[in-house]
Structures are given as C-alpha cells and as structure tokens.
C-alpha cells in the first residue's frame, strides 16, 4: 500500500497547485553557459535567514559607471534550495550577447525556497488582497536590492522588476509595496491587490498574460490593469490570443520589451551613495 503513496500525493499536489504543476522544468543543464555568466550568491539579513540569489554583472564592466538593476522573479516550478533553477525561464534572454551588449546591466535572480512564495496568497482564488506584511523571501528580497543600490554601481534611477506567474505575483506585490524603488515593472500572468493601484500609477508598466491561461486566470492580470486604467494610469497590456500559462517566451523574446524596459528611468532615486565594491 505505501509504495503508492507518492503518486497519490502528486494527484493531491497537482489539484492544489496548479502554478507548480505547469511550470516544473528540468535542471538547468551543469555545463550550461548560463551558469558562469548568472554567478551564484547569496544573501542573508540580521536574523540569520538566507536568500539563494543569482547575479549577471554588466559586460565589459566599468568601474567608474553605474548600471540598471533588473529583478527577475521565477514562478513556483523553479523554487527551491539548488540556486539553478530559477534560470530556466526568461534568464537566457537576459544573458543573450546581443542584449547584454545594447543593454549593459546587473540581473538579479533570486530563488524562492520550495513551499514559500514571492506573496503569500492563495492563487486559487479569482481574487486576493496584499498580506500585511511581505514574504520572508520578499523582504530578504527588498534588503537585497537596497545593499546593491547603497554599495555597488547599480544605477538607483534604473531599478527594474518583472517576473512570470508566481513572480507576476510578486511583482504586483514589490509595486504594491514598495514606492520609489523601481523605475518600470513588467508583471508576466499573475495577479495583485487592486486596492493598491494608487501606489504605483506612474509606474511605467507594461503587463503580459495568455487569453487561455488554465493555471492564472487572464481576469488576474485585466483586474489590475482595469483598475489602473479607473485611476487614470495608462498601463501598456498584451493578451495573447489563445495562448495558456506561457505567456513568458513570447514576452522575453520581444526586442521591443527590452527596448521599452531599459527607456525607463525614474527622476527621483533614493539612494545616492558612493559605491564601495563591484560585487566581484
């Protein structure tokens, strides 16, 4: 009786979360390039807790120059404690030759350790309101890119997120929570707290889901956009026609996304340290 046990509980898990079942990837390959250009990091806060992070530092880094940060979000499949994972979706775009050398710039990786999330909220609901506080891996998150900005050569004024379903989440969520940090947000099928629109208005964005998504219903992302749209924000939207959870690929392969993204630039950073390393 007990050696059918696993495959019971992956019917219950595959019930419950559909996000995970519809984003578990293979490894990302050992000898796979990817590898040494997103070096492996980490991060931990006073309390002890550790964020697994990956870092793509600019090409042909300058040490006199100041570069964009983009902070990119995984969905739920790439969770977990291997630090690789995370780079199965979107990263590869990021880490192109050709982008990296029209678009010089840090991408940030984090990794959400398995059975935690970017938000912490109940994705099978039509609807859901921003928790109190963020996530444990949210908050190392937001500390995380504040060191970058205080101590590194990121350009604070060019501070991107994006991220594709569970990271679409938590970007609505970082947006939601966080005011004056980033410069543009591009949120890939997820969903967020309309209540909080008014905090992030001006925020340039640019928001992406699939007309057929089985794993995040389309009305996550058309509720936001909808009531940016009420509040008098006039947030860009692309719904692909017939396409279901992957709405990523499409977006990361778009030359004018990038374009777009790295265009963007805040006139009112916060930080304006000195940098004290390079982040070798």
């Not at 205080?150 to 501070?159: E, L, P």
């Not at 970082?174 to 008014?198: K, L, T």
């Not at 089985?214 to 692909?240: C, H, N, Q, W």
């Not at 630039?265 to 940098?275: C, G, N, Q, W």
């Amino acid at each position: 009786m007990l050696k059918f046990l696993p495959v019971f509980l992956l019917v219950i898990m595959t019930s419950v979360n559909p996000i995970a079942a519809q984003e578990t990837p293979p490894a990302v390959a050992a000898d796979d390039p990817i590898l040494k250009i997103f070096e492996p990091r980490q991060f931990s806060d006073s309390s002890g807790a550790v964020l697994n992070y990956r870092l793509m530092k600019p090409i042909d880094f300058d040490s006199e120059k100041r570069y964009p940060l983009v902070v990119f979000l995984h969905g739920a499949g790439e969770r977990g404690s291997d630090n690789t994972s995370q780079l199965k979706h979107g990263a590869k775009e990021f880490a192109k030759e050709e982008n990296r050398k029209k678009y010089p710039a840090y991408v940030l990786a984090p990794q959400c350790p398995r059975g935690l999330k970017w938000v912490e909220v109940d994705w099978s609901q039509p609807t859901s309101k921003m928790p109190e506080a963020p996530s444990q891996s949210m908050g190392l998150l937001k500390n995380l890119v504040d060191t970058m900005c205080a101590n590194s050569n990121v350009d604070a004024s060019r501070v991107y997120i994006t991220g594709l379903s569970m990271g679409g989440y938590g970007t609505w969520d970082a947006i939601s929570r966080y005011q004056n940090v980033f410069a543009a947000a591009a949120p890939i099928c997820g969903g967020g707290d309309p209540d909080f629109v008014s905090r992030f208005a001006k925020l340039p964005l640019w928001c992406f889901h699939g007309s057929d998504d089985p794993a995040v219903p389309v009305g996550r992302s058309r509720e936001m956009i909808d009531a940016l749209k009420a509040f008098g924000a006039s947030p860009r939207y692309t719904e692909y026609a017939g396409v279901k959870h992957d709405s990523w690929t499409e977006t990361y392969r778009n030359p004018e996304f990038f374009s777009w993204l790295f265009d963007q630039k805040m006139a009112d950073a916060d930080y304006s340290a000195t940098p004290q390393e390079d982040l070798k």
